[in-house]
């Protein structure tokens, strides 16, 4: 009989994977047809998986998605370390399988499959991936922990905050926030430009966005934390 932990790190490990499948897809379809999405197109992407897969595996096991989230909620002991590092390499795993599939769909090509690489200095770069992973984090901890959020909202609401930081910092970072969204593509196409932002910058910013939330609100550490 399957443990609740596997059965809540495979609901991760699958909507991770639709996350990658979905936003670097609308990316690598961009590219190859010559930008018919476009950031709006691609930012719309990213939202809408989110937003989708949080509806369907939130009540399975918190719809983290994203290892940022995780940490942080792990670090202001909203969340079991232990379970934490289940779920972060479950997250990973989902993410490397969905490049590994499109890799595979596309026969190689394009080789970097969506993957993240700054298109401004490294301090630009580090400050975009914190601040809007900050952002995404503040509305996370408002939605998925405070008992006076509206219900029902939590989709929605973080599935626009990734829209948002995907056309805000799109063009200059890819707007990752999320290090396995970044992992996948990475490992999978050997795209390591700069890679150490993305796995650095996002659980920083998502540690400054749960710390923001919770000055501003009587949030208590004891509460459940999950996304959907």
Not at 140 to 163: E, K, N
Request: glycine share 14%; net charge negative; proline share 4%.
């Amino acid at each position: 009989m399957t443990s609740p932990l596997a059965r809540r790190a495979l609901a991760e490990a699958v909507g991770t994977f639709a996350l990658v499948f979905v936003g670097c897809g609308a990316i690598v379809i961009d590219q190859e047809r010559g930008g018919s999405l476009g950031e709006t197109g691609i930012a719309a992407s990213f939202g809408l998986v989110i937003m989708a897969m949080i509806y369907a595996t939130g009540h399975v096991s918190g719809a983290h998605l994203n290892p940022a989230v995780t940490a942080a909620f792990a670090a202001t002991r909203r969340f079991p370390a232990g379970e934490g590092a289940v779920y972060v390499a479950a997250q990973v795993a989902g993410a490397v399988l969905a490049a590994l599939v499109l890799d595979a769909l596309w026969a190689g090509e394009p080789a970097r499959l969506g993957a993240t690489v700054p298109s401004v200095g490294v301090g630009a770069a580090v400050g975009y991936e914190v601040v809007l992973t900050a952002f995404l984090m503040f509305v996370i901890a408002a939605v998925a922990t405070d008992s006076h959020a509206v219900a029902g909202v939590a989709g929605v609401a973080i599935g626009g905050a990734v829209a948002m930081g995907s056309l805000v910092g799109g063009g200059a970072t890819g707007a990752s926030m999320n290090p396995a969204r970044t992992l996948g593509p990475a490992i999978v196409s050997s795209t390591w430009t700069d890679l150490w932002i993305y796995l650095v910058a996002p659980p920083v910013g998502a540690l400054v966005g749960v710390l923001a939330y919770r000055a501003v609100s009587d949030v208590r550490p004891s509460e459940a934390a999950h996304s959907g």
